[in-house]
Nanobody, 133 residues
């Protein structure tokens, strides 16, 4: 079983930056069984939505996808030595305020429907990001 743990959330003013992390651990070796990871967010009263995806498996590593709402402001990256995926968030806006989750594997991670929060095998507990105006 794989465990995902997010960290690095916090409060920042609009225009600021945060870097949240997702560390993977568990009986399945990172990279051997995790090839696709997605960052989601969920604001109060709103549905959970995918904002960034990265392929981390051999042969496809480093390929990224972004939601239009964060393109050019957010960057997803990996550090395989640390079994960690990062989400660097710049030029933050109040509408970026949400709980941020990482998720891995599952059929939807590999499809055009990657932004839907269904069909993922593993989820973290989330880290809160609050952006004030």
């Amino acid at each position: 079983q794989v465990q995902l743990v997010e960290s690095g959330g916090g409060s920042v003013q609009a225009g600021g930056s945060l870097n949240v992390s997702c560390s993977a651990s568990g009986s399945s070796a990172y990279g051997a069984s995790l090839n696709c990871m997605t960052w989601f967010r969920q604001a109060p009263g709103k549905e959970r939505e995918g904002v960034a995806k990265i392929y981390i498996g051999a042969g496809i590593t480093g390929i990224t996808y972004y939601a239009d709402s964060v393109k050019g402001r957010f960057t997803v990256s990996q550090d395989n030595a640390k079994n960690t995926v990062y989400l660097q968030m710049n030029s933050l806006k109040p509408e970026d305020t949400a709980m941020y989750y990482c998720a891995a594997e599952g059929l939807d991670c590999y499809s055009e429907s990657w932004r839907r929060p269904v069909g993922y095998s593993y989820w973290g507990q989330g880290t809160q990001v609050t952006v004030s105006s």
